[in-house]
């Protein structure tokens, strides 16, 4: 055998164990507990919503958590989060957000941050709503860890 193909084997073999097998599996304490792709179009179409306001967790860990967000009906209520920043990302359709004293209009597209400790909410503003991606993170640390 050519000594370049070996080396070739070597480091497909090498590469597509070292991409296959988690790099740390101590530190893994998330659900679902591997790398997750996912379509949200294609998870509003395969899920469809059964409450007017409906959150659908797709990911939790103790610093995040990750839901694809359906608003329908009323806005859910002025609040405040004491431990956690909410971010929102409107994916289709169109509502608007409580933002600094005023409803604001917001639509697909936007980007929607909120501190811990500011009042928000968000609501419809016609019969089809929005859907979004709602994160909300406790602070990160300087935590990255570099493999290569």
């Known amino acids: 055998m050519k000594k370049w193909f070996v080396v070739v084997l070597a480091f497909i073999i090498g590469t597509a164990a070292g991409l296959a097998a988690p790099i740390a599996q101590h530190l893994i304490d998330g659900t679902p507990g591997e790398g ?14 059964k409450n007017p306001v409906q959150f659908d967790e797709i990911f939790r860990s103790p610093r995040t958590v990750v839901n694809l967000s359906r608003i329908k009906g009323p806005f859910i209520g002025k609040h405040i989060h004491t431990e956690t920043d909410e971010i929102i990302y409107v994916l289709k359709g169109k509502g608007e957000v409580f933002l600094n004293g005023q409803w604001v209009p917001m ?7 909120c501190p811990r400790g500011v009042a928000h909410t968000t609501r419809a503003v016609d019969s089809e709503g929005f859907e979004a991606l709602t994160i909300f993170t406790k602070p990160v640390t300087n935590d990255k860890v570099m493999l290569e």
């Open 107 to 113: 639509k697909a597209g936007d980007l929607h941050i």
């Open 36 to 49: 997750i792709l996912i379509n949200p179009e294609q998870f509003f179409k395969t899920n469809p919503a």
